[in-house]
């Protein structure tokens, strides 16, 4: 079985952080490249950021440079988002996604990836 599972959401304030997680179970991690994707209420699925297979390239939506970083551990099979100086606007369930075919880099278009999770909640209220 080839898995993703995603933790770390919840209920936050505007302004605090979070940080998720992508666990990988059945495969190796190192052969994949990571997504982050979201879901808002009454909005279609975006990407938020991804990173290659080593983690040496990272990708970011616009609206969260600054305040969200990407980053893997390969000897855990996770990957991280840590999320900081959140915004309601962030509200969403997040996804991770691996994509296994072979590309110089990442995208944070959703169409190339092969394997998704279950997703987590994410909600930024006061």
């Known amino acids: 079985q080839l898995q993703l599972v995603e933790s770390g959401g919840g209920l936050v304030q505007p302004g605090g952080s979070l940080r998720l997680s992508c666990a990988a179970s059945?495969?190796?991690?190192?052969?994949?490249?990571i997504g982050w994707f979201r879901q808002a209420p009454g909005k279609e699925r975006e990407g938020v950021s991804c990173?290659?297979?080593?983690?040496?390239?990272?990708n970011y939506a616009d609206s969260v440079k600054g305040r969200f970083t990407v980053s893997r551990d390969n000897a855990k099979n996770t990957v991280y988002l840590q999320m900081n100086s959140l915004k309601p606007e962030d509200t969403a369930v997040y996804y991770c996604?691996?994509?296994?075919?072979?590309?110089?880099?990442?995208?944070?278009?959703?169409?190339?990836?092969?394997?998704w999770g279950q997703g987590t909640q994410v909600t930024v209220s006061s």
């Open positions: 990173i290659i297979r080593s983690g040496g390239m990272t």
């Open positions: 996604a691996a994509e296994r075919r072979y590309r110089l880099n990442c995208t944070v278009v959703a169409t190339p990836y092969d394997y």
């Open positions: 059945g495969f190796t991690l190192d052969l994949y490249h």
